[in-house]
């Protein structure tokens, strides 16, 4: 970190309003139109941005919400979800971040984890809380976001208050000349609480410094400047704008539901305000690339699209580069909740130098370690690793879990040592984090993705299968969509998803991605080691998925396929 840099996150929006007060932080969609057809947007400086939030801290202490206290903000994308996190951060009340896609009972279950004493939210959330008993045991005071609120809902003498009544409490305690006090890089900033796509979600512990460190570390990798010009379609992403100076331009789409964004919510704003940076997941970006391929979309304003939840297919990069400038690219920046980023390369780079080995089982190349992260691959357990051994660590080229360490890592899952201990690796005062991800070091220094651990396939004769680097082979067939690697008790089985339209012959198909696997043990996967020597040969089903909607996926990206519900359908389907 620079020494110039803000010691914690509460510190960098105060910072880029004395430098920037008059520019625009948010631009926020209505649901309104002018006369010419166009979208009406709210607008917000830093200055307002500033201001209200500071008010909205004083008034989280004149409610009796302190210092210290957890509260689950559940709050959609808006100005109000922006000042009210920077608030938190000011007034060192911990935000508490859940996705609403986790459903009914994953979002108990993180609420029971993270015991909140407070609970900040829009109405719907309110009534939920209310009647499904949301941390019914802990909780004792609360904040109405929006809409309309009255009689005993609103709560208020019983430690219920609006967010408009808290701002006016707050407004009151600074004009009466009281502080809000400082904020130390040691304390907690956040509870962030992981997408659940391989296990239950389980509730990141994010302190100042570690937020500080992931902000300068994405400023230096990207090279962004203030001024610039983001449209982040994941809520969590654009928290990060204010802290680096970006203008935000949120997108009028359900950000719960990336996949199925209607690609003019992108590409009008895009062209619309000359935005410079957007982040997507696969699913949006595959979504929004195909509209824009057949449109003949051009967005020249873009200098990067940062992309994360899943590895890029080959044919995603490819739109995308027919609609970006020459000297635009697409990054997707490795990573997870727990540390990001922990690598990145740029797809022009990934295309022209390492797709081919990609194509020939050898993984994803997600590229070298980011400044201040130290990355080690080690031998592959499910068991708790206490603590740090030179011993662990494999040779380059060899497949295993990949660790990693530096100031953006986080240390500790919240209430949750089981987790913790399974996840992390102590070396003295350091810590080391278990990715949960198998990969492999080459001679350049660069990391290469393999899949998740947890997925990976034994075979009879216990041999290992890795899952990402076995269906790249598969996923360059021009009629597959997408392919996942499973093993059901029949054996290891590949699911393929077809291209919308397909109409040829699935057992046409099988012949040919037949083909494809004995290729791949003509070429023996060299240079890379992602296949781990085992021959694709192994596969002994492949099966057809045609269910609408394609295969399941992970709620926060629409990305992350969701194997363990299609392992249970292709055992299902096997004799």
Not at 86 to 100: L, S, T, W
Request: proline share 7%; with cysteine.
């Amino acid at each position: 970190m620079s020494s110039s840099a803000p010691a914690t996150v509460a510190d960098m929006l105060p910072r880029m309003a004395a430098s920037q007060p008059d520019a625009t932080a948010i631009y926020f969609p209505t649901k309104r139109r002018d006369a010419q057809g166009l979208l009406e947007y709210q607008q917000v400086s830093y200055r307002e941005l500033n201001e209200r939030s500071d008010q909205i801290a004083a008034g989280l202490h004149a409610v009796g919400i302190a210092r210290g206290d957890r509260a689950a903000l559940m709050v959609k994308p808006s100005p109000e979800l922006f000042a009210l996190t920077f608030a938190m951060f000011k007034a060192g009340v911990v935000p508490v971040m859940i996705d609403p896609g986790l459903g009914i009972r994953g979002l108990a279950t993180c609420l029971a984890n993270a015991k909140p004493s407070a609970f900040i939210g829009i109405p719907l959330a309110h009534a939920a809380r209310i009647a499904l008993g949301w941390g019914r045991a802990t909780v004792n005071r609360w904040i109405w976001v929006g809409g309309w609120v009255g009689g005993w809902f609103s709560g208020v003498g019983s430690g219920g208050h609006t967010l408009a009544q808290v701002e006016a409490l707050g407004a009151a305690r600074l004009r009466a000349g009281q502080p809000l006090g400082s904020t130390g890089p040691d304390e907690i900033a956040a509870v962030l609480f992981t997408s659940g796509s391989t296990g239950p979600a389980k509730g990141v512990v994010y302190r100042h410094r570690t937020f500080s460190a992931q902000v300068e570390s994405i400023r230096s990798m990207f090279g962004i400047e203030p001024g610039e010009i983001d449209l982040p379609t994941f809520p969590l992403f654009a928290l990060f704008d204010p802290a680096l100076g970006m203008t935000t331009v949120l997108p009028d789409m359900d950000a719960s539901k990336p996949a199925r964004v209607d690609p003019r919510a992108i590409i009008e704003p895009i062209q619309r305000f000359g935005v410079t940076t957007m982040f997507g997941s696969p699913a949006l970006l595959n979504t929004v690339g195909r509209h824009g391929e057949a449109a003949g979309v051009q967005l020249p304003s873009l200098r990067r699209v940062i992309a994360a939840g899943a590895p890029l297919p080959a044919q995603t990069i490819a739109r995308w580069h027919t609609m970006l400038g020459p000297s635009a690219d697409l990054f997707p920046p490795y990573g997870a909740t727990e540390s990001l980023p922990v690598a990145c390369m740029p797809c022009r780079e990934i295309l022209s130098n390492t797709w081919a080995w990609t194509e020939q089982g050898a993984g994803v190349c997600v590229g070298a370690p980011v400044p201040a992260i130290e990355v080690r691959i080690i031998q592959i357990t499910d068991d708790p690793i206490p603590s740090w051994d030179e011993q662990l660590v494999l040779p380059d080229g060899e497949v295993g879990e990949i660790a990693v360490r530096g100031p953006m890592v986080t240390e500790a899952y919240f209430n949750d040592a089981a987790n913790t201990d399974k996840a992390k690796i102590r070396e003295g005062e350091r810590i080391w984090h278990r990715m949960g991800d198998v990969g492999w070091r080459d001679e350049h220094g660069r990391i290469w993705f393999c899949g998740r651990k947890t997925h990976r396939v034994v075979t009879s004769d216990g041999q290992t299968m890795f899952t990402v680097s076995s269906e790249k082979v598969f996923d360059v067939h021009p009629d597959v969509y997408r392919s996942a690697l499973v093993g059901p008790r029949q054996g290891p089985t590949l699911c393929v998803e077809l291209e919308p339209g397909c109409a040829r012959a699935w057992d046409t198909i099988v012949g040919e991605l037949r083909e494809l696997a004995a290729r791949e043990q003509a070429n023996g996967c060299e240079p890379g080691r992602g296949l781990g020597g085992v021959s694709l040969g192994q596969i002994q089903h492949y099966l057809r998925y045609d269910a609408r909607g394609g295969f399941p996926v992970d709620i926060r990206h629409n990305a992350k396929i969701g194997r363990e519900r299609l392992r249970a359908w292709a055992q299902e389907q096997l004799p």
